[in-house]
């Protein structure tokens, strides 16, 4: 048998970046020698096995025939007779069909090599329709070497307009769907999974509650940006620049959804955008089983943005109201994370990017007040049940009046 390693390991060594998983290629070689030499099996219908010491995946070189539709519909045949050049003409994009043997040989009959220095994204085969998943891959990719100058081949944009229109994006599930899409909003230029999704009708088909936002009209006065769809990359772009973790990153890409409903004959205002967007917002958490912590945040960030925005203006009691919808006393790192939400939607308008946005101290400063209402005192002046509620809440709101009057001095 011949070992290679194979795709992102050679792609990544060859940009000079940073290598963390190796995924190897077996040719000539059967299950039975496999399991022999002590590999694990990863699923009954795979190929694949991992290195007994190492752990790492090792594929045996194999074809792809597709049986049906999504990816339940694979059909795999692997034997030893089927060779690296078979093995690699059914992989996605040319930079990630390349294999190298142990002295660093490459192998790279569908030019690579060339790809990578032209800073090309491109299929090797028409076999990429295959895996509809590759839609959203080739998006991430972009994301992540946008800075290096990387674009979507034409064609191969095309090929990925013809299976969104196809129906088989639908047919992906929501598992394999969100972790391309989490990993790609991770990426240092997230936006750019969403323009290249745009581009070729893949977000349409996925999200089309955030395709919808693209044309719509926001107040110049408050929006120098004025399209809603550029504003919400913008507020993604933030997001990653500001190193903001992947639920703030989600609530970003959501925060806006309402606006999409809006009648034409309102534009560009959007009245009660922040609530009308919630059944939006579950919607998209729903479709793609979002984790909870990023689902929460997301519909919080939705109903609760703009009073971010206008906090210094709050009346305590809405200040109030606000804190214990965040439940800031137990979850004070949700409250937190709304903030950086706000702040990156503030900073995501035209010309606006370094502007400062003294609502976050405002509203740190907000919810420490809030918090340092101490229960003992009331516990032994004898409140309980719903009274003792009710006398927390009393005392936070003073505090919160105590707090507003100090800051505006
Ligand atoms: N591959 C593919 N189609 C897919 C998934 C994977 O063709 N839907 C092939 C590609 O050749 C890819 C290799 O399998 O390079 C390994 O896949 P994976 O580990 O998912 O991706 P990497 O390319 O290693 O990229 P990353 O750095 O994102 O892990």
Redesign the pocket.
């Known amino acids: 048998m011949r070992i290679y390693k194979?795709?992102?390991a050679v792609?990544?060594r060859l940009l000079g970046k940073p290598v963390t998983?190796i995924?190897w290629v077996v040719v000539g070689a059967t299950t039975e020698e496999m399991l022999a030499k002590g590999f694990r099996p990863v699923g009954a219908d795979f190929p694949v096995f991992l290195h007994p010491k190492s752990g790492e995946e090792y594929a045996l070189a194999r074809t792809e025939r597709k049986s049906g539709r999504g990816y339940g519909g694979f059909t795999f045949h692997a034997n030893p007779e089927v060779t690296l050049e078979e093995d690699l003409i059914r992989?996605?994009l040319t930079i990630?069909?390349m294999a190298e043997d142990d002295q660093q040989n490459l192998t790279d009959p569908y030019h690579g090599q060339r790809d990578l220095e032209a800073r090309l994204l491109r299929h090797v085969s028409p076999a990429f329709a295959e895996?509809p998943?590759?839609v959203l891959?080739v998006a991430r990719f972009a994301a992540r070497y946008a800075a290096l100058g990387f674009t979507v081949a034409p064609e191969t944009l095309e090929l990925m307009r013809q299976l969104s229109e196809s129906g088989e994006l639908e047919a992906l599930t929501p598992e394999r769907s969100w972790k391309e899409i989490s990993r790609a909003l991770m990426e240092d230029q997230p936006q750019v999974f969403v323009e290249v999704l745009r581009a070729c009708g893949a977000l349409k088909v996925l999200m089309p509650e955030v395709d919808a936002l693209f044309g719509v009209p926001q107040p110049p006065a408050h929006h120098p940006e004025i399209d809603t769809g550029a504003h919400t990359l913008s507020v993604l772009q933030q997001a990653a620049t500001h190193k903001q973790p992947l639920t703030v990153r989600w609530a970003c890409l959501l925060h806006d959804l309402g606006k999409g409903l809006t009648p034409e004959e309102e534009w560009p205002r959007h009245i009660a955008h922040e609530f009308k967007g919630l059944k939006l917002i579950k919607a998209v958490n729903e479709r793609f089983k979002v984790p909870r912590d990023c689902q929460e945040l997301a519909l919080l960030v939705g109903e609760y943005h703009t009073h971010g925005h206008r906090a210094l203006e709050l009346k305590p009691s809405t200040l109030l109201e606000l804190l214990q919808s965040f439940d800031v006393y137990r979850r004070p790192q949700r409250f937190e994370e709304f903030i950086a939400a706000c702040e990156m939607d503030a900073r995501g308008r035209k010309g606006l990017e370094s502007k400062n946005y003294p609502q976050a101290d405002y509203l740190r400063g907000a919810a420490t007040a809030a918090r340092s209402v101490a229960v003992q005192p009331l516990l032994e002046k004898g409140f309980k049940g719903p009274e003792l509620g009710e006398a927390i809440k009393r005392e936070r709101l003073k505090a919160l009046k105590a707090y507003k009057e100090t800051a505006s001095t």
């Open positions: 194979v795709g992102g792609r990544d998983d995924d992989r996605d990630n069909a895996d998943l590759r891959r």
